[in-house]
T-cell receptor, first 112, second 117 residues
Framework: EPEVTQTPSHQVTQMGQEVILRCVPI?????FYWYRQILGQKVEFLVS????????KSEIFDDQFSVERPDGSNFTLKIRSTKLEDSAMYFC??????????FGSGTRLTVV | AQKITQTQPGMFVQEKEAVTLDCTYD???????LFWYKQPSSGEMIFLIY??????QNATEGRYSLNFQKARKSANLVISASQLGDSAMYFC??????????????FGAGTRLAVHP
């Protein structure tokens, strides 16, 4: 079964730095999502993306966040100026036929 | 607004016994889907089982079954014959199908299951 691949698996960054989290979705699965999970807490929706534009975003997804499909295959989440509270596991998810929702293995972001 | 409630922060079960993890949901949409995911200590989200709101029968996948009670808005996960490898965090999630497209999943707070030998 195809996988959603996320890189890096773990990233440590200094507060105020920009980070880009990358996701390679399943081919022909056209709905993309980013979720965040602060350690030990619930999984929170950040943003959904379809047809090369954001279809929905949460209150968490403020101006510090952006998403792109820079080359038509990869799907990225950028945090422009990281804060300590951005430390979390970030999941990319993909929806399509026939595999339904598929989550990547996550990127653990640590802001120091 | 849609909401998922998991009232059991932690559960313990003896190996080989069955365990039920509770999930209640709130939605005004007539069409929706309910999911259960397993998150082991390694962190990945593993899909377990899905129940559509119009499905006539409760979903089953191997040792996992979903006790769907639509009138009570509950979708409890039943794990039969628990194994040590079932120790993990379990999340209940819902998506609305009413407004078209494939909307986001909304997650509950999760239940941490510990299986004892």
């Amino acid at each position: 079964e195809p996988e959603v691949t996320q890189t890096p698996s773990h990233q440590v960054t200094q507060m105020g730095q920009e980070v880009i989290l990358r996701c390679v979705p399943i081919s022909n699965h056209l709905y993309f999502y980013w979720y965040r999970q602060i350690l030990g807490q619930k999984v929170e929706f950040l943003v959904s993306f379809y047809n090369n534009e954001i279809s929905e975003k949460s209150e968490i997804f403020d101006d510090q966040f952006s998403v792109e499909r820079p080359d038509g295959s990869n799907f990225t989440l950028k945090i422009r100026s990281t804060k300590l509270e951005d430390s979390a596991m970030y999941f990319c998810a993909n929806y399509g036929t026939p595999y339904g929702y598929t989550f990547g293995s996550g990127t653990r972001l640590t802001v120091v | 607004a849609q909401k998922i409630t998991q009232t059991q922060p932690g559960m313990f079960v003896q190996e080989k016994e069955a365990v039920t993890l509770d999930c209640t949901y709130d939605t005004s949409d007539p069409s929706y889907g309910l999911f259960w995911y397993k998150q082991p200590s390694s962190g990945e989200m593993i899909f377990l089982i899905y129940q559509g709101s119009y499905d006539q029968q409760n979903a089953t996948e191997g040792r996992y079954s979903l006790n769907f009670q639509k009138a009570r808005k509950s979708a409890n996960l039943v794990i039969s014959a628990s194994q040590l490898g079932d120790s993990a965090m379990y999340f209940c999630a819902m998506r609305s199908l009413f407004s078209g497209g494939y909307n986001k999943l909304i997650f509950g707070a999760g239940t941490r299951l510990a299986v004892h030998p």
